[in-house]
DNA sequence: TCACGTCAAGCAGAT
DNA sequence: ATCTGCTTGACGTGA
């Protein structure tokens, strides 16, 4: 079974799920302000998501504003106690996987241990949202080695080292995702014999940073790191954005590169949730969604 | 009401 | 040295 997911804004509804505010205007009442707007605002998408069956779909990390920054001493999980219950409801009965991706800055084998501190602070808050909504470990957090700093295999060690200080609680959510210039797939498949960690597969990453691999032939390695509990193999799809030097993102899914894409995996016995990236979100997803249909290849899971 | 300078955070590669 | 991309514009002051 084939599930299509997109990430964190939807771009039909009007309301934003993603609204905060600059760090010097903060406040308590302008934060309960943003997120309860952005609280209320993924119930709709979730209710849209499940009309339009899709059903996977990625959490804006800011959902809470500068919910990891010493400002912020808010205890946003009782206030809001409600309606994140209210929420974790729609995702169980909706069926809906969800999932987070912390941002650029979280950096998990820096060499500054300030960054390494703050980058843990923020995947407990990603932790905390995830578990305030009742989800299961198949929420996953979905990270990026991080950097190089001239010495990778160095780089990769301090990797192993921070994940094995991290709460098991959390260590249950997170995967990792190759990257388009540092990490391959294969330095992915390292880590994960290391220390078991699922990973995520981004098919446009992979075109711009292989081995010389078949996207496929890799694909049956990748999948082997996610154990039943992990939920299926997430891959992320996205288009031709960062090839073209014009700044051209494609606005909208290529259903002939999608149709390439998908040659490759559907050879492979097992169940994906592919998130696609791109810029018109929940449209390109109900576009994938039909074709799968076209092409015999979707299933709903509620009529299962 | 609107223009526009700037926005918590990291890193690498291009310019 | 500065800018850009990354999941991607949008906050909010000042006129």
């Known amino acids: ?28 009442s302008l934060f309960i302000e943003k997120v309860e707007n952005n609280l209320k605002c993924l119930l709709e998408i979730l209710d849209f998501n499940f ?29 809001f106690k409600d309606i994140l219950t209210e929420i974790g409801k729609k995702i ?5 996987r969800v999932g987070m991706h912390p941002d650029q800055f979280v950096v998990l084998n820096s060499p500054d241990n300030e960054i390494v501190k703050r980058s843990i602070k923020e995947l407990l ?24 700093y001239g010495d990778k295999k160095s780089a990769i060690e301090r990797f192993i080292k921070n994940y094995n200080k991290l709460p098991s609680s959390l260590k249950e959510r997170l995967v990792i995702e190759n990257d388009e210039r540092l990490y391959t797939l294969k330095d992915c498949l390292y880590l994960s014999e290391r220390l078991g960690i699922p990973i995520v597969a981004d098919y446009f990453h992979y075109r711009l940073n292989n081995c010389g691999e078949r996207f496929g032939e890799i694909l049956r390695d990748v999948i082997k790191t996610w154990r039943p509990e992990d939920g299926p193999p997430i891959i992320d799809y996205s288009s031709q954005k960062g090839l073209t030097k014009l700044g051209r993102h494609t606005q909208r899914i290529n259903l002939k590169n999608f149709a390439i894409f998908l040659e490759e995996i559907i050879k492979i016995d097992s169940d ?7 810029k018109d979100k929940e449209v390109s997803a109900i576009i994938a969604i039909n074709f799968l249909k076209r092409k015999g290849l979707w ?6």
């Open 272 to 278: 994906f949730d592919i998130m696609l990236e791109i």
């Open 125 to 148: 808050y990603h932790l905390k949202l995830l578990e305030s909504l009742d989800t299961k470990r198949d929420a996953k957090i979905q990270i990026h080695i991080g950097g190089a």
């Open 299 to 304: 299933k709903d899971p509620v009529s299962i």
């Open 1 to 28: 079974m084939i599930r299509i997911g997109y990430p964190c804004i939807n771009r039909t509804l009007k309301c934003r799920p993603d609204k905060t505010f600059r760090l010097s205007s903060f406040s308590k």
């Open 51 to 79: 009309k339009n069956q899709i059903y996977f779909f990625r959490i804006s990390s800011d959902t809470i504003p500068f919910a990891s920054h010493p400002v912020n001493r808010i205890k946003w999980e009782l206030i």
């Open 92 to 96: 169980k009965e909706y069926n809906i």
